[in-house]
């Protein structure tokens, strides 16, 4: 199965922590919520994930 996880964005309503790192590693229980996501999904059987990003400037 195939999934797409939305990671864009510029992350204004989680600052101060998207000063200095990108939105989708902001640590939540220990580990970077994008990680929490791909194992969430792998564990429901996508084996195919996308993930869609903002190009920084």
């Known amino acids: ?6 990671a864009a964005g ?5 600052r101060p922590l998207t000063f200095d ?3 989708p590693v902001i640590p939540l229980v220990r ?3 994008l990680e929490s996501s791909i194992e969430l999904l792998r564990q ?6 996308v993930i869609n ?5």
Do not use: E, Y
């Open 1 to 6: 199965m195939k999934a797409m996880v939305l």
């Open 10 to 14: 510029k992350g204004t309503r989680v």
């Open 21 to 23: 790192i990108p939105k």
């Open 31 to 33: 580990k970077p919520v």
């Open 44 to 49: 429901h059987g996508f084996d195919q994930i």
């Open 53 to 57: 990003r903002r190009q920084c400037r």
